[in-house]
């Protein structure tokens, strides 16, 4: 395994060390991998692979750094050093090539390109990527490109931090063996084992309850989980990724997430840029999404293939306050009602786009308002409004319940405002809520 040492010379039982581990020392235009040596990253980044060996821990504002300008990884001059290069050589061998991004990610506007870049660069590193960005924006499509362009061999393992029950997800997580409590019925693995050799996707990360937060912690730092009801550490090999939509720094200035856990999650941390931002991308993303409704509705009666400018200029001067998600439910809901023609025209796009504004932000969508079918019901004398509203409470409800884990505090979260005018203990409008629906007891 041919590498090179760059920058500060290296003390000579470390380059013994090397050679020793069955490493050859070789002129830079000759190595797999450049080791830039020294306290402080290149002033000129290597163009070819490359690590950074520090002597002393870096600050991961220098680690992001030295990544986004090309390091593979930022790896501590110690007695691991031969072993750990070893390692990094032969995933560099495996590592794909970037090629084009793949088909799915549309990326045309210059913000939308940038991410795509720095996805590419970060996806070759080993290193915990933050992916941070509105609602809707692209975190779960950045994800799946990150996995997908690190040559990792093993799976992407999403983990959803605010749907699972606070009192499952370390099981979950960490697995178990059996009998370590009531409902353990034999092993788990967990996981965090299933993402061994791929990439582990903390998604909504900022929901992590506190307790969770300092296991993670734990695995983040040393790369070793112990399942529960056992005390034997397992090595896991995995990266992390992150996402979030709130503002992580906020919420550990309030010391409601972990200092500690932040900075291992945002070694590299990616926004993605709101979809208003970056206006460029809509009529690629308006064509990308009309054949993926076609890919996903095969039996769709009529197909259209092109937007009108006119179309094409109100999708332009929406503000998308749901990005990239509330385009595709705006196209698709276009082309469920479409019947005839080719071209998707002004006419077909919901109200408030065609107006030009969301609606009212305390109102729900204008998607989710079908101002025909309520007209239909009022005209046939089938109208009942309680009933309806009932529905809608429930549905809610339901789902909220599905992505909360049962705790009243977070359903009123995910809810928005709930009950009349301000309240002040929405968890408890929400049990009575559950309890109005018959919905059953859940935790507190
Ligand atoms: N650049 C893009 N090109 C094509 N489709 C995209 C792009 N960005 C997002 N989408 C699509 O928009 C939808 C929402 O994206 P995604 O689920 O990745 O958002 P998110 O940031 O994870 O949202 P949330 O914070 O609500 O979880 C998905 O259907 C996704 O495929
Ligand atoms: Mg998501």
């Excluded at 983990?159 to 606070?166: D, E, G, T």
């Excluded at 112990?226 to 550990?252: I, K, P, Q, Y």
Aim: one cysteine or more; aromatic letters at 4%.
């Amino acid at each position: 395994m041919s590498i090179a040492l760059l920058g500060t010379p290296l003390a000579p039982v470390r380059r013994k060390a090397l050679i020793a581990a069955g490493h050859e020392l070789v002129t830079p235009q000759r190595a797999e991998l450049r080791v830039h040596v020294g306290a402080r990253p290149p002033a000129r980044a290597p163009r070819a692979p490359w690590v950074w060996a520090t002597p002393s821990p870096v600050a991961p504002a220098d680690a992001a750094l030295a990544v986004l300008a090309g390091a593979y990884d930022v790896v501590a001059v110690d007695d691991a050093l031969p072993a750990t290069l070893g390692r990094r050589l032969a995933e560099l061998r495996v590592t794909r090539e970037p090629g084009p991004p793949p088909v799915g990610f549309v990326a045309e506007s210059e913000a939308a390109k940038r991410v795509v870049a720095e996805l590419d660069r970060a996806a070759r590193t080993s290193m915990a990527v933050l992916l941070t960005g509105e609602t809707g924006s692209g975190k779960d499509l950045a994800a799946r490109h990150l996995h997908a362009r690190s040559g990792r061999t093993g799976d992407l393992v999403p983990i959803n931090c605010a749907a699972v029950p606070n009192e499952l997800i370390e099981g979950e997580l960490f697995g178990y063996v059996r009998g370590a409590f009531s409902g353990a019925v034999s092993d788990y693995d967990g996981q965090l084992r299933a993402a061994s050799h791929g990439t582990v996707f903390l998604d909504e990360v900022d929901d992590t309850p506190k307790t969770l937060q300092i296991k993670l912690l734990r695995v983040l730092e040393d790369h070793v989980v112990s399942r529960l009801g056992e005390n034997a550490w397992r090595e896991v090999d995995f990266r992390v990724v992150a996402a979030t939509n709130r503002d992580l720094d906020e919420l550990v200035r309030r010391g409601e997430f972990g200092a500690d856990l932040y900075q291992r999650l945002a070694i590299v941390r990616i926004e993605l840029p709101p979809l208003r931002d970056r206006l460029e991308d809509i009529p690629e993303l308006a064509a990308h999404l009309i054949a993926r409704f076609y890919r996903e509705e095969p039996r769709a009666p009529h197909r259209v293939t092109t937007v009108t400018p006119a179309a094409l200029a109100a999708l332009q001067r929406y503000p998308w306050p749901g990005n990239v998600r509330e385009l595709r439910n705006v196209v698709f809901q276009a082309l469920v009602h479409k019947r005839a023609g080719d071209d998707l025209l002004l006419s077909d796009l919901a109200e408030h786009v065609i107006r030009g504004a969301p609606t009212d932000r305390r109102t729900t969508p204008g998607t989710l308002i079908d101002r025909g079918a309520i007209a239909k019901l009022l005209d046939e004398g089938r109208m009942n409004l309680r009933s309806l509203r009932d529905d809608l409470e429930r549905t809610a409800l339901e789902l909220a319940v599905a992505r909360s884990g049962g705790s009243p505090a977070r359903i009123a979260r995910l809810l928005g405002e709930v009950g009349r005018g301000a309240s002040r203990d929405p968890a408890g409008t929400v049990r009575a809520m559950l309890r109005r629906y018959g919905m059953g007891t859940v935790s507190t």
